[in-house]
């Protein structure tokens, strides 16, 4: 099956784009998460044609399709499971079309967050959500997660900027779905694509919202003796109608590892420090500046600083930005979480993952995106150490169930992937699940679309659901057996 699925798309792709040497598949097995898959072979196409292709050929030789990116995904959304075809999208990176007119732009999937933005500067716009991998991730992977980051605080979530997408369905049919516009009329299906994690189809082109660069910006970095006092300026200044683009906060930990490695000018004695960016025209951001460091300081900040010129605000931006990089020289490994609660529970959620913390053992820093209440508990941990994966995970899962008690969410931002997906029964009845999956199978009715991705059996009442298993293959009629 595997040896003839690669014959086929080598026809297709030619040899240098069809990959099954022990080196790639090791690195197309996993993404950026502590998941490790099993990948069989790999497909690099360079157009949407020859996406139709390998969609096709996966389907004739009984091979499900993992649609991937960059491989930064945190849940193991890419992370292949037996018997899959993984194609990689990143040769797929034309920006089609610019409109500043109509304030929109069509890109294909591989374009990087970050090089989009690049274009778009010069003519004073840019694509607003802003993952801390926006360096590395694909805009394909973005709206795949529906992808986060500091910004949306004030400008939204992925979804908030995706007027359409094109998708490579499971049959190898191509649609597009929503339209040029923020209303395209019937049931809002592009919305069901953004944040599918790739199970609906391989994206091939995105219509994206482009949104002005502000007049003027301002970060203010504020350190604090103690987390709490830290968390109750967030929802202060949030209480108080104020509207900053971002609130991000790092903890102790974070702060002095960061320090250490990009030199942000971070103060490390700080318990805490916040980072609060403020945009809009020069008087308003001036104005909520003033506001901001007066609650600051009713909170006892130990430290206020502001930066308005771009040098100075890159640098405390990057402190942020380089916290997963800069962690890993204090421990070999590390879990990153991504739960949410409600942001008037932050403080109560920081005080229950440091239980967890204590009565584990376990050294677990944060990375806040503050102002949404999304925490990134990074539990450290030695992957060589027998058993120290399965104790950070039973860590992580007591973290999970203590926010939802909270009135939280599984996920704030990098989906289910593999790693949440048999915690949707704690948010989501078996009817719930059962509704998902007929919505899924609406795109793809025999799911071999990165299938074991978000749904599994797991508390579902439909039973296992029809679908791709390695070795099935689709008879005369195109449906599956096994
Ligand atoms: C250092 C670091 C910081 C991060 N910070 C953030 C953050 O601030 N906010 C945030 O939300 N995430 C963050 N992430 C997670 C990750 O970067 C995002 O989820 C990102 O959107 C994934 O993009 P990718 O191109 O790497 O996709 P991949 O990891 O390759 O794939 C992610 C998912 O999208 C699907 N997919 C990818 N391409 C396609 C396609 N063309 N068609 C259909 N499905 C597709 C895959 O099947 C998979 O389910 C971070 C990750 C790292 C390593």
Redesign the pocket.
Known sequence: MIAAARRDLEEILGSGAVLSDPLALRLYGR??SMLEGSCELVAIPSNREQVVACVRIARRRGLAV??????????G??TPLPGSLVIV?TR?QRILEIRPEDRLAWVE??VLNLDLKRRLAPLGLTFAP????EA???I??????N????HCLAYGVTANHIFAVE?VLADGTVQSFGGEGPEAGGYDLRGVIIG????V????AVCVRLTALPEAVQVLMLGFATVDDAAGVVSEVIAAGLTPAAIELMDRAIVRVVEDFAHAGYPVDAEAVVLIELDGLQGGVDRQRQAVEQIARSHGATVIQAASDPAHRARLWKGRKSA??AITRIAPDFLQYDVVVPRTRLVEALAAVRVVARDEGLIIAHIV?AGDGNLHPLIMYDRRSPGALEHVLAAGERIVRACLEMGGSISG???I?LEKRDFMPLMFSAADLDLNDDVRAAFDPVRTM?PG?ILSDVGRSHGPAAGHAAGAAPDEAGSWRR
Do not use: F, M, Q
Not at 201 to 204: A, K
């Open positions: 993404d950026a993992v649609p991937r990116g960059a491989g930064t995904g945190l849940a959304g890419s999208t797929l999937p591989g802003d993952p801390a991998s590395s991730s694909t394909g992977g973005n709206v795949a997660t992808a986060g980051g500091p998708l599918s994690e790739g199970t189809g391989v994206i091939t997963h990089g995106h931002e990098h989906g992937g990165n991705k």
